[in-house]
């Protein structure tokens, strides 16, 4: 674990439940390292802009942080150049569904072999409160300069509409089971998706409003092979925040499916590119 952290300062307010994502993912890698799963060494992580992206500056493996929204297809573009890597894209719900909402409707359906975690408050945090597409009606928006009354994004249902092969909802401060999703999302062969409900506490507290409403898949027998099962328990929750809400969290979905890499392995350009970076590889060798 110790390894796995960087000297950096943190930089996110006392008690973020950021917190929560980085200690259930250095756990998880810790895991899976001592498991002989994976290599310390074949990892990437992509960031992007927000608070989110900040936590590539604090895991001690490659990274790179990229533009607002586009760390996605940067992680992709990495896994394309060197398809040993296992990469793990880091970003908010403001870079993922509003900047980069393109980028992920394609990573599910190309199905690339790279993991995406979400940390969804609802809100542009690092820029003090603008709504986002996850945000419940009624949220004073500071970039509407009034209340929301958007319907929000489900991003459960649209990642599994659009091809997804790999589904799944955390909390961010149940850190055990949020680690149990991101050893599987990491193990999946094919595009992971992990969107994770990541309270602010500055701008955007819903601690106790998920707290009172959430419940695991696992513990109603929940079957990640049906699709259908899954589209039904993601229009459970609707992101409008109603008082009667259940919140699943737990993997929905989960199939397998020909890769992005697997499916360009046979093209003749893919090929030469592959050689010509193997090459630039070799000859950047300290
Ligand atoms: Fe965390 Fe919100 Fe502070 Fe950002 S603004 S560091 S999300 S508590």
Redesign the pocket.
């Known amino acids: 674990m110790q390894d796995l952290r960087t000297q950096c300062k943190i930089?996110?307010?006392p008690?973020?439940?950021?917190f929560g994502i980085l200690t259930a993912f250095t756990q998880a890698i810790s895991e899976l390292i001592n498991e002989g799963k994976i290599r310390k060494e074949e990892i990437v992580i992509t960031g992007g802009i927000?608070?989110?992206g900040k936590i590539v500056d604090y895991i001690n493996v490659n990274s790179f942080e990229g533009l607002h929204g586009r760390a996605l297809p940067l992680g992709i573009g990495i896994k394309l150049g060197n398809p040993n890597l296992k990469v793990i894209v880091f970003q908010g719900d403001g870079d993922t569904y509003n900047e980069g909402l393109e980028h992920f409707i394609s990573a599910a359906k190309e199905n690339p072999d790279v993991k995406l975690i979400v940390?969804d408050?609802s809100?542009f945090?690092?820029t003090?409160g603008q709504h986002t597409f996850t945000t419940e009606p009624g949220f004073y928006s500071r970039s509407l300069g009034t209340f929301v009354f958007e319907k929000p994004l489900n991003p459960i249902a649209l990642a599994l509409v659009s091809g997804a092969t790999f589904v799944a909802r955390g909390y961010a401060l149940w850190i055990d089971h949020l680690k149990y999703i991101i050893k599987e999302a990491i193990l999946h062969k094919g595009f992971s998706f992990i969107e994770v409900l990541?309270p602010?506490?500055?701008?955007?507290d819903l601690r106790s409003y998920y707290e009172k409403r959430m419940y695991k898949l696992e513990d109603i027998g929940h079957n990640p092979a049906s699709f259908e099962e899954a589209l039904k328990r993601s229009l459970e929750y609707d992101y409008t925040m109603s008082d009667n809400a259940k919140i699943p969290i737990g993997i929905f979905y989960k199939s397998e499916r020909k890769t992005l890499e697997e499916g360009l392995e046979a093209k003749e350009w893919y090929k030469i590119e592959r050689v010509l970076n193997k090459e630039i590889l070799e000859l950047t060798k300290v």
């Open positions: 930089s996110w307010c008690g973020c439940t950021n927000g608070c989110a940390h408050n809100v945090a690092l003090t990541q602010c506490i500055t701008f955007h």
